[in-house]
């Protein structure tokens, strides 16, 4: 059967750039005759996925001083489709000084990422910034552009985690782990001697994928001897990544397209993965079923069960997808219903390869990719669970990620205990599973700070007791605090976004100070807000005073405006508000009256309700800010009754000359 190539997707094979497949071929494609017998023979090999067998013969032909693009291609190509990233750099290096100009822009991202896993990252970067030159709109480069600072950030995410190595491991892979009902931890493995070599996989050699359990350690950190699962889960093929219902009852599982004892395969000779769903019956999985949106011409796989049971999460290549894989969730309707499966999005899935979810009893989605910007390989990400989906995608930080493929993240919120595998060096085997313990939370949404002081402008003395108001760009309060006794405080903001810092104290002018924040992540704004004294001289005209001033003349006060239907004491009244406070602690016998007003529109009794609210709130702020003794200000509300101008109903009028009208007053009293 012919085969044309096409593997570039980590579900139809657990990772196409890992060393244990979840892919079978059943036959070899027919390939066109080349002069040279050996490089006919590797291509044969390379194109049937027999990467090690087709590596041999490549790299015996270079040894006899034969070259070429497609020889230096496929030689590197070998080495980083079995995550031998390392290996790869010097083929990808010579394919790209050969190449010029005319290289094809995969080949920079694939040697981008294997310059990672040698932690030459800057050379990595550049390589990212000629991928993007070359593709424009492919969202693995848009991710770098954005987020060039992404080392920085890595670390400052890093440390959150302690992490631990499990004696369960083998030489061969363990990965995929996942929480069962009964506080044992399930994942596969290929542990199983095979002396036979035509049992092994072609890919790389090694065993077929079964799935074992293994009991926790008293510690929570550690596993037990692991055992097969009973029943009728592990076969002769491929086996891996499970989820269970929060009763135990049910499993899904990924396997070969394996059905009633039947092998299945694509249109093009492919052995794919599928999703299948398993009944626990007395201490054994039976009634094993293909979930309904499977397919044989596309794989589905590595799925993560909500905690209700109601959302499947999985990992796909199915029609629709954006890159390589995608990650999808489908609606569980239960009776073996299933509703359509949707892809989740641009924040999630790119170009690259998103793969194995886990959905969190928070609902946080964490995921592994080597689409978004990370150390290298496969890197685990987590993203914010929103109405619409969910949020950007957050590298978890080291020592869960490594310049290697680090995938298959899973966690216990309650416990903060989790396991997650990787193929790093200091492993046992190919993949190793480890266990870890998170000790801080993570970064997972883009905040700034601002970590101000108030100080009097003329001693340079900090002041404490100062109120301080965040407000946004839709003038909507965000947030209050208090100045402490070093005249400190302390806002929470979000990134790229415009706020105004606003502060009084009594006896001085309040101050507004304008911030738009940037997009760098967990950086902290320091902002000095100096306040300046009320003069005395401000205040002497009180001397001139007589029972029914308005001390807003006498004073030389801007005019109390409020917006059109708005009580909201704005910044700009405050400063004048200050004022009257500060007239009102100087002078402990002076009384007043308030006076609110409205224009002429709307009806008279809106406007006079109105016309209360700003009432209120002028009285509410000198008593609160100023604190001032409640009895020496009394209100009135005159609404529309008092206009200063001949704005009355049916009058045409200038939206000026209806603000003179919206007004407060303050009238000396007895």
Same mark, same amino acid.
């Given at each position: 059967?012919?085969?044309?190539?096409?593997?570039?997707?980590?579900?139809?094979?657990?990772?196409?750039?890992?060393?244990?497949?979840?892919?079978?071929?059943?036959?070899?494609?027919?390939?066109?005759?080349?002069?040279?017998?050996?490089?006919?023979?590797?291509?044969?090999?390379?194109?049937?996925?027999?990467?090690?067998?087709?590596?041999?013969?490549?790299?015996?032909?270079?040894?006899?001083?034969?070259?070429?693009?497609?020889?230096?291609?496929?030689?590197?190509?070998?080495?980083?489709?079995?995550?031998?990233?390392?290996?790869?750099?010097?083929?990808?290096?010579?394919?790209?000084?050969?190449?010029?100009?005319?290289?094809?822009?995969?080949?920079?991202?694939?040697?981008?990422?294997?310059?990672?896993?040698?932690?030459?990252?800057?050379?990595?970067?550049?390589?990212?910034?000629?991928?993007?030159?070359?593709?424009?709109?492919?969202?693995?480069?848009?991710?770098?552009?954005?987020?060039?600072?992404?080392?920085?950030?890595?670390?400052?995410?890093?440390?959150?985690?302690?992490?631990?190595?499990?004696?369960?491991?083998?030489?061969?892979?363990?990965?995929?782990?996942?929480?069962?009902?009964?506080?044992?931890?399930?994942?596969?493995?290929?542990?199983?001697?095979?002396?036979?070599?035509? &049992? !092994?996989?072609?890919?790389?050699? /090694? =065993?077929?994928?079964?799935?074992? #359990?293994?009991?926790?350690?008293? %510690?929570?950190? @550690?596993?037990?001897?692991?055992?097969?699962?009973?029943?009728?889960?592990?076969?002769?093929?491929?086996?891996?990544?499970?989820?269970?219902?929060?009763?135990?009852?049910?499993?899904?599982?990924?396997?070969?397209?394996?059905?009633?004892?039947?092998?299945?395969?694509?249109?093009?000779?492919?052995?794919?993965?599928?999703?299948?769903?398993?009944?626990?019956?007395?201490?054994?999985?039976?009634?094993?079923?293909?979930?309904?949106?499977?397919?044989?011409?596309?794989?589905?796989?590595?799925?993560?069960?909500?905690?209700?049971?109601? &959302? !499947?999460?999985?990992?796909?290549? /199915? =029609?629709?997808?954006?890159?390589? #894989?995608?990650?999808?969730?489908? %609606?569980?309707? @239960?009776?073996?219903?299933?509703?359509?499966?949707?892809?989740?999005?641009?924040?999630?899935?790119?170009?690259?390869?998103?793969?194995?979810?886990?959905?969190?009893?928070?609902?946080?989605?964490?995921?592994?990719?080597?689409?978004?910007?990370?150390?290298?390989?496969?890197?685990?990400?987590?993203?914010?669970?929103?109405?619409?989906?969910?949020?950007?995608?957050?590298?978890?930080?080291?020592?869960?990620?490594?310049?290697?493929?680090?995938?298959?993240?899973?966690?216990?919120?309650?416990?903060?205990?989790?396991?997650?595998?990787?193929?790093?060096?200091?492993?046992?085997?190919?993949?190793?599973?480890?266990?870890?313990?998170?000790?801080?939370?993570?970064?997972?949404?883009?905040?700034?700070?601002?970590?101000?002081?108030?100080?009097?402008?003329?001693?340079?003395?900090?002041?404490?007791?100062?109120?301080?108001?965040?407000?946004?760009?839709?003038?909507?309060?965000?947030?209050?605090?208090?100045?402490?006794?070093?005249?400190?405080?302390?806002?929470?903001?979000?990134?790229?976004?415009?706020?105004?810092?606003?502060?009084?104290?009594?006896?001085?002018?309040?101050?507004?100070?304008?911030?738009?924040?940037?997009?760098?992540?967990?950086?902290?704004?320091?902002?000095?807000?100096?306040?300046?004294?009320?003069?005395?001289?401000?205040?002497?005209?009180?001397?001139?005073?007589?029972?029914?001033?308005?001390?807003?003349?006498?004073?030389?006060?801007?005019?109390?405006?409020?917006?059109?239907?708005?009580?909201?004491?704005?910044?700009?009244?405050?400063?004048?508000?200050?004022?009257?406070?500060?007239?009102?602690?100087?002078?402990?016998?002076?009384?007043?009256?308030?006076?609110?007003?409205?224009?002429?529109?709307?009806?008279?009794?809106?406007?006079?309700?109105?016309?209360?609210?700003?009432?209120?709130?002028?009285?509410?702020?000198?008593?609160?800010?100023?604190?001032?003794?409640?009895?020496?200000?009394?209100?009135?509300?005159?609404?529309?009754?008092?206009?200063?101008?001949?704005?009355?109903?049916?009058?045409?009028?200038?939206?000026?000359?209806?603000?003179?009208?919206?007004?407060?007053?303050?009238?000396?009293?007895?």
């Amino acid at each position: 059967m012919e085969y044309n190539f096409f593997f570039f997707t980590p579900i139809l094979f657990k990772r196409n750039i890992t060393s244990f497949s979840l892919a079978l071929i059943l036959s070899f494609p027919v390939f066109s005759q080349k002069h040279d017998k050996s490089i006919a023979k590797a291509d044969e090999n390379f194109e049937a996925f027999a990467y090690i067998d087709a590596r041999a013969i490549y790299m015996d032909v270079i040894n006899q001083g034969y070259a070429s693009k497609d020889l230096y291609a496929k030689l590197a190509d070998s080495f980083y489709f079995t995550s031998d990233l390392e290996d790869a750099v010097q083929w990808y290096e010579k394919l790209i000084e050969a190449s010029g100009e005319e290289v094809n822009p995969e080949y920079l991202f694939r040697y981008s990422q294997c310059l990672k896993s040698v932690e030459r990252y800057q050379e990595s970067d550049d390589m990212m910034e000629r991928f993007n030159s070359l593709t424009q709109n492919d969202k693995r480069a848009k991710f770098f552009i954005e987020k060039k600072d992404y080392l920085d950030f890595i670390e400052l995410q890093s440390g959150k985690f302690e992490m631990f190595s499990l004696s369960i491991n083998t030489k061969n892979s363990e990965y995929a782990p996942s929480f069962d009902a009964n506080n044992k931890i399930v994942f596969a493995s290929s542990r199983e001697k095979i002396n036979n070599p035509a &049992k !092994l996989h072609k890919w790389d050699k /090694m =065993p077929f994928l079964d799935i074992f #359990s293994s009991e926790v350690e008293s %510690d929570q950190i @550690g596993l037990k001897e692991p055992v097969k699962l009973k029943g009728k889960i592990n076969t002769k093929f491929h086996e891996s990544s499970t989820s269970f219902s929060r009763d135990g009852t049910t499993m899904y599982f990924s396997r070969n397209n394996y059905t009633n004892n039947k092998l299945g395969t694509s249109k093009k000779g492919v052995v794919l993965l599928k999703l299948y769903k398993a009944t626990l019956i007395d201490g054994k999985w039976t009634n094993v079923t293909e979930l309904p949106f499977c397919s044989d011409n596309y794989s589905v796989s590595h799925p993560s069960l909500s905690t209700d049971g109601k &959302k !499947l999460y999985f990992a796909s290549d /199915m =029609p629709g997808t954006f890159g390589k #894989s995608d990650l999808y969730v489908v %609606d569980v309707l @239960g009776g073996g219903r299933f509703g359509k499966p949707k892809n989740l999005g641009e924040n999630i899935n790119t170009e690259g390869r998103e793969t194995f979810p886990y959905i969190s009893n928070s609902g946080r989605l964490y995921f592994a990719s080597d689409g978004h910007v990370g150390l290298g390989g496969l890197d685990v990400f987590v993203a914010e669970p929103k109405e619409s989906g969910f949020s950007d995608a957050f590298n978890v930080g080291k020592p869960i990620n490594s310049p290697k493929d680090d995938f298959t993240f899973v966690l216990n919120e309650e416990t903060k205990i989790g396991y997650f595998a990787s193929n790093r060096k200091g492993g046992k085997g190919n993949d190793d599973i480890y266990s870890f313990k998170q000790n801080e939370e993570l970064i997972t949404s883009c905040k700034q700070y601002i970590d101000g002081r108030i100080v009097d402008i003329e001693t340079n003395s900090t002041l404490s007791g100062a109120d301080i108001i965040l407000w946004d760009e839709n003038r909507a309060i965000v947030d209050r605090a208090v100045s402490d006794s070093f005249g400190r405080y302390k806002f929470v903001v979000e990134c790229e976004k415009q706020y105004e810092v606003q502060v009084g104290l009594a006896g001085y002018t309040p101050e507004n100070i304008g911030l738009r924040t940037t997009d760098v992540l967990e950086y902290t704004n320091a902002i000095v807000v100096p306040l300046q004294p009320i003069k005395e001289e401000v205040l002497s005209p009180l001397a001139q005073v007589n029972l029914g001033d308005d001390l807003g003349k006498t004073l030389l006060l801007e005019p109390i405006y409020f917006g059109l239907d708005d009580a909201t004491i704005t910044p700009e009244t405050e400063i004048e508000l200050q004022k009257i406070i500060a007239v009102m602690k100087k002078y402990p016998d002076l009384k007043i009256e308030v006076r609110s007003h409205t224009d002429s529109r709307s009806s008279f009794w809106y406007n006079k309700r109105l016309s209360v609210k700003r009432m209120r709130a002028t009285i509410s702020y000198i008593v609160r800010k100023g604190e001032i003794y409640w009895k020496r200000i009394r209100g009135k509300a005159y609404g529309e009754r008092r206009l200063i101008n001949k704005c009355g109903n049916d009058v045409p009028c200038t939206e000026e000359e209806h603000q003179e009208n919206r007004r407060s007053e303050f009238i000396v009293r007895k």
